[in-house]
């Protein structure tokens, strides 16, 4: 009965594509959007899609099934969800360390994301406004020089997260999702299709597409890797809170197939939309995130209707920031209201207020703290980066492959995932107990030593 009444504190979700819209969400973000492309155009093209491709079959799938599997079989936030199903398991309740883990690692990616993201919605204006009377390049040294004109964006953009977790899973995140979701797809294949007529798209499918394997390195193997993991919100909790409202007859493994196939759907498009214009006017593909915001503008600046094309862009860009950072807040603000603490409007202020607080931090670290280092040589942003994306999702990622693979129940695990395939479930508690651990705790460990002697032993 706890559970029910857990369930009915936050609600769940009404029909079975409301998870798959609010899961995709949560896996798209910026960094499908500028990260992939990027990533996959600098390291052998159609070579890293691949490697990209096998790796969230053996890693990122398996973790994401695992972790729906505990966020339903509680239906609480995740440092609930892990106590309970440890405890339902014989097992001690220190597991629930995963969960504050995860919910530390969301609120210090969420304080940083906010930033950026207040960044485009500023470049909506931007690219309406712009002329091209100044260079794209100073255009962004402009934005970020000033650290009133980031808090404000800043500001903007959490009050828009908190306001939509406030209103709840059902009138809140999941009737957003259902608005935002439909919407970054329609933008998404406009763009795309604009791409296709405007600018040079068989540079760009050749680009993404033509596999280069004398590009593949150790590197591009653990960006791929990394992409692949944290391209799918793992180890962060927001798959798992978001697993907690999901309906008791819904089918957990093609669902995650589905999030998977539309998370890596839209960092294709995202290629195939950014590319064309970006050859069509000879500027430098290799630009990372300057790659968003000062080759695109510059393209807008120079094409028919850019005026109109741009803000697009930057809307496209804004909704699938926000569309991750309500999954970011979710988790932290279902454990405090669960927990009679706070009500959730009062969770959801509260935690975001810290987020916020942190965010100045980051905000600072591209004008006022640029030279202030955190940790080791990094400024106050890289370092909340390399904590959370570097160091604390990994990790939880690995704790909960090992949990479900070796300590969880089977019985309780075949209780949630119902009627399956016995090669496929076979499968999956194979790359759940030994693939997916080992191949995270080498993401993990390759951020902190250098274990590219490994790959090069092999690869001879």
Known sequence: MEIQKQLKSHGAWVGKWTFILAATGSAVGLGNIWGFPYKAGTNGGGAFVLIYLGCIVIIGLPIMISEIIIGRRSGNSPINAMRKVAIDSGQTQAWQLVGWSGIFAGALILSFYSVIAGICLNYIFIAVSSSGAISASEEFGNVISSPINLLFWHTLFMVLTTL??????????????????????????????????????????????????????????????GQAFFSLSLGMGSIMAYGAYMPKNQDITSTSFTVASLDTLVAILAGLAIFPIIFAFNLEPGSGPGLVFVSMLSAFNQMQFGQLIGPIFFILLSVAALSSSISLLEPGVAYLSEEGILSRGQAAIAISFFVWVLGIGSALSFNVWSDFHLISEKNFLDSMDFLANQILLPLGGMLIAIFVGWFMKESLIKDEIGAINPVIYYLWRFFVRFIAPACVAYIFLSQIFDLNWIFDFYSG
């Open 164 to 225: 939509i977790v406030a209103a709840g899973v059902k009138d809140g995140i999941g009737r957003m999702v259902k608005i935002l979701m439909p919407m970054l797809g329609f933008l998404m294949i406009f763009m795309v299709i604009y791409s296709i007529i405007n600018g040079d798209f068989n540079r760009a499918m050749s680009f993404l597409f033509a596999p280069d394997f004398s590009n593949v390195t150790s590197d591009t193997v653990l960006q791929a890797m």
